[in-house]
Structure formats: structure tokens, C-alpha cells
């Protein structure tokens, strides 16, 4: 894990292989959290690159329940 600096200007550069294996390009926008002392960093991508993500998934519809027998 490389370190990273904050300027004086409150940037933060994210070193050249995180950026490489998350596919960062210039421009992206993030949501950022803050949880019990951790910032998280979260790109906020398009829809259209969620599309299949669940192809493949297995589901067993017996075990889905109605919306009438939910409390």
C-alpha cells in the first residue's frame, strides 16, 4: 500500500496502481463516508456499467416470499 498526501489545497492523489486496478479516469466523481474514523472513497459510475452483473445468478423462486405473507 503506497501513501498518499494531502496538499495544502485539501488534494488527494490516489497512487498509479489503485487507480490503475479500479479503472480511475480524470474527471470521475466520488461519494465520500466517513465511518468510525475510515473516509471511503466510492466512484459513482453509470448504470449502464451495471447491466449482467447478475447473470449467471441462481435463484430459487420457491424460497422468494409473496408480499402478502411479509409482516
Do not use: H
Not at 463516508?33 to 430459487?60: C, H, N, T, W
Amino acid at each position: 500500500m503506497e501513501p498518499a498526501t494531502l496538499s495544502t489545497k485539501y488534494q488527494l492523489v490516489i497512487p498509479r496502481e489503485a487507480r490503475e486496478q479500479m479503472k480511475l479516469r480524470p474527471g470521475m466523481k466520488f461519494d465520500v463516508f466517513v465511518r468510525g474514523g475510515i473516509i471511503y472513497l466510492i466512484p459513482q459510475r453509470p448504470l449502464k456499467e451495471y447491466r449482467g452483473i447478475a447473470r449467471g445468478l441462481e435463484v430459487d423462486f420457491d424460497t422468494i416470499r409473496d408480499e402478502e405473507d411479509r409482516f
